[in-house]
């Protein structure tokens, strides 16, 4: 019988992500005398095991991926079950995303190598060609289009060789799977014109998407952007970018007009394959006096990547020895973290306490009634458990109070409140690399509680009783009112966004197509002061010639998460919630898919973090520092990546309000 720590015939080692579909693991495949070779192993996440669809997409994911043989795609090994849940053994690929390596560009000021980033560039190309001529038994072109490359699906190694992957979302021509109103599959900055309006697509769409990962790597920006999901939709599909070579000068203006040829709205005016435009790319690099060479490639990405590569390196090797060795436990394989184990074990601790200072008290209480009891013990010892499981599940919101007496935090942790935009796990789970990121640098534990509501966290911000909150940012106006000398240390960056867009989202079934065929329903709000959920919401209402409250029924549900399974259970007919939202109810098993985007209702910033008054100043300004400092750990850029992930923090400008 094999333990927790194995799928299959393979044995975990570390578990990459979670998210999506899927979990994502690095595991060894054992040979009948010794170690064979390391794999990643993507395995359906069990609440999604009872659903015909989503075990659908996640064959045809390994299907198709598997029947492409080519060196700039990651092989499949195997598609198997175990424990009734599918999996695929895939290649395993010892580097980096592109995302992380433009990041990596970025910080180091100086524009990126033109011939590096033309050899990544050509090798995708190759990638998704051998994706695009992929045909069936019979040898008939079965019209395989990715749909989703991004730098986030290319994988570089030690040698500069790139690897396309995620075929999640790719699909066959002659595929009858529609996406759903509302549900756009991909990442909206690389996504064609034609992808954006939900149109028939072909492989001239992946074209598009190559051409906008090639402008990002050679200038660090990307051609489309706007400052929310919608302005970049808008941008795409009006066409207009600021030419490659206004942004970057040295790129000869053959090369850059070969990317701008990718980038065009109208298919019928890029190239018309992912190979034409790769051919293209070397000769006119060659005819400029651009030479991609692997060997100097390699070089120059060691300069950018070498030292994050060893790190991952070392963490592995790490990994295997725990997992190798003699009496290793068969519990669940943990994460790999960013930095090494010794570093990282001081900032485990208050997260700990974070989660656990009641349940220790309440399961402590009872237990030591126990001991008076005698032989009674024993029954007031499964009092004890049950009391404390009953605390971790339900003593989240609130159960961190400021330091002091009876507190089981230390005297210099700072406490942070969290408004209960989403469930108390989720809120954690999203801020917990802030929260590392924040303890290093202040070199103080750091902690964060949960509110009650978005107006009690508000008050308690306001009358001192707590020093720091992140607020979503219509609460943010409300307490600023209320309040001036609070004080804004930095606003949410989620993914690439510094806004958020509201959405009045509906069941998939319901045949609604406008606001007014919903006339009498229930309206779902999570909050009376969420501005995405609530005012946004009502305002939009109020423009289609409507009243939110003659013509609706009002109802609170409590959070943003909480919306949507009102929805899904019929409580409600109409809900209020941000783009966001889809992605963290999907990781927590919540049905979507039967939901759909009945309108968009604007866009707001993201939360901010505020201080009060109260502060120390210190304290203050070295939050504020570290505030705009933040960067993600680069270790979660593996095969699966939050869309709503926490990727920085900038300075509130002078109209955030």
Same mark, same amino acid.
């Given at each position: 019988m094999l333990g927790a720590n194995h799928i299959g015939r393979y044995q975990l080692v570390e578990r990459l992500a979670v998210g999506g579909m899927a979990e994502v693991h690095l595991a060894c495949q054992r040979g009948d005398h010794s170690l064979d070779r390391l794999v990643v192993i993507k395995r359906i996440l069990p609440h999604l095991a009872a659903s015909p669809t989503f075990i659908e997409a996640f064959q045809r994911e390994a299907n198709l991926a598997a029947r492409v043989n080519h060196p700039n795609v990651v092989k499949i090994f195997e598609l198997g079950e175990s424990g009734g849940l599918p999996f695929i053994v895939m290649e395993y690929v010892p580097g980096s995303t592109m995302k992380a390596l433009i990041r990596a560009s970025r910080q180091q000021h100086t524009p990126p190598s033109i011939d590096l980033m033309l050899h990544l560039l050509t090798q995708a190309c190759a990638g998704a060609h051998a994706a695009h001529e992929l045909t069936d038994a019979a040898g008939r072109p079965c019209g395989l289009v990715h749909r989703d490359i991004s730098p986030h699906n290319l994988m570089v190694d030690d040698d500069a060789h790139v690897k396309l992957l995620?075929?999640?979302?790719?699909?066959?021509?002659?595929?009858?799977?529609?996406?759903?109103?509302?549900?756009?599959?991909?990442?909206?900055?690389?996504?064609?014109?034609?992808? %954006?309006?939900?149109?028939? *697509?072909?492989? $001239? /769409?992946?074209?598009?998407?190559?051409?906008? !990962?090639?402008?990002? @790597?050679?200038?660090?920006?990307?051609?489309?952007?706007?400052?929310?999901?919608?302005?970049?939709?808008?941008?795409?599909?009006?066409?207009?970018?600021?030419?490659?070579?206004?942004?970057?000068?040295?790129?000869?203006r053959a090369v850059a007009s070969a990317i701008e040829v990718a980038l065009q709205g109208d298919p019928d005016d890029r190239w018309s394959t992912a190979d034409v435009l790769r051919r293209e790319l070397r000769l006119r690099s060659q005819e400029a006096g651009i030479f991609l060479d692997p060997d100097r490639a390699a %070089?120059?990405?060691?300069? *950018?990547?070498? $030292? /994050?590569?060893?790190?991952?390196?070392?963490? !592995?090797?790490?990994? @295997?020895?725990?997992?190798?060795?003699?009496?290793?436990?068969?519990?669940?394989?943990?994460?790999?973290?960013?930095?090494?184990?010794?570093?990282?074990?001081?900032?485990?601790?208050?997260?700990?306490?974070?989660?656990?200072?009641?349940?220790?008290a309440a399961g402590g209480v009872v237990a030591s009634i126990g001991l008076f009891l005698g032989l009674g013990g024993l029954l007031v010892a499964s009092i004890a458990i049950v009391a404390v499981i009953w605390a971790v599940i339900y003593l989240a919101p609130g159960s961190i109070q400021a330091t002091g007496p009876g507190s089981f935090l230390p005297e210099d942790a700072v406490v942070m409140r969290l408004a209960p935009t989403v469930t108390p796990s989720e809120l954690r789970a999203l801020h917990e690399p802030l929260r590392e990121h924040l303890e290093a640098s202040l070199k103080r534990p750091i902690a964060f509680d949960i509110g009650e509501n978005y107006q009690a966290t508000a008050q308690a911000l306001i009358d001192g009783e707590i020093l720091f909150a992140m607020l979503p940012y219509n609460t943010t106006r409300m307490a600023l009112g209320r309040e001036p000398a609070l004080q804004i240390l930095g606003v949410k960056v989620v993914g690439d966004s510094e806004t958020i867009d509201g959405q009045l989202v509906v069941r998939d079934r319901a045949e609604a197509r406008s606001l007014k065929d919903l006339r009498g329903g229930t309206l779902c709000y999570p909050d009376l002061l969420s501005n995405t959920g609530y005012r946004m919401p009502r305002a939009y209402i109020t423009s289609q010639g409507l009243d939110p409250d003659e013509d609706f029924v009002p109802r609170i549900s409590g959070n943003h998460l909480l919306v949507l399974e009102d929805l899904l259970s019929g409580a409600c007919d109409l809900g209020g919630t941000f783009s966001g939202n889809f992605e963290t109810a999907r990781d927590r098993g919540i049905d979507v898919d039967q939901l759909r985007v009945l309108a968009i209702t604007g866009s707001t910033p993201h939360d901010a973090l505020v201080a009060s008054p109260a502060a120390p100043p210190a304290i203050t300004a070295a939050l504020r520092s570290a505030l705009l400092a933040f960067e993600p750990p680069a270790v979660e850029e593996g095969f699966v990546e939050r869309g709503d992930r926490i990727t920085g923090f900038t300075a509130p400008g002078d109209d955030y309000l």
């Open positions: 995620d075929f999640g979302i790719a699909k066959p021509r002659s595929g009858t799977e529609q996406t759903r109103a509302g549900m756009l599959k991909g990442k909206i900055p690389y996504m064609s014109p034609e992808q %954006l309006r939900q149109g028939p *697509l072909d492989r $001239r /769409a992946d074209v598009f998407s190559l051409g906008v !990962v090639g402008y990002e @790597l050679l200038t660090g920006t990307r051609p489309f952007e706007g400052e929310s999901e919608i302005a970049t939709m808008q941008a795409i599909l009006e066409g207009g970018f600021t030419p490659l070579c206004s942004r970057r000068p040295d790129v000869p %070089l120059k990405l060691q300069d *950018l990547l070498g $030292r /994050a590569h060893a790190e991952r390196r070392r963490a !592995v090797e790490e990994a @295997l020895e725990r997992t190798l060795a003699p009496g290793a436990a068969s519990a669940p394989p943990p994460p790999i973290r960013a930095l090494p184990s010794a570093e990282a074990t001081s900032s485990s601790l208050p997260s700990l306490l974070t989660e656990n200072r009641q349940v220790v």
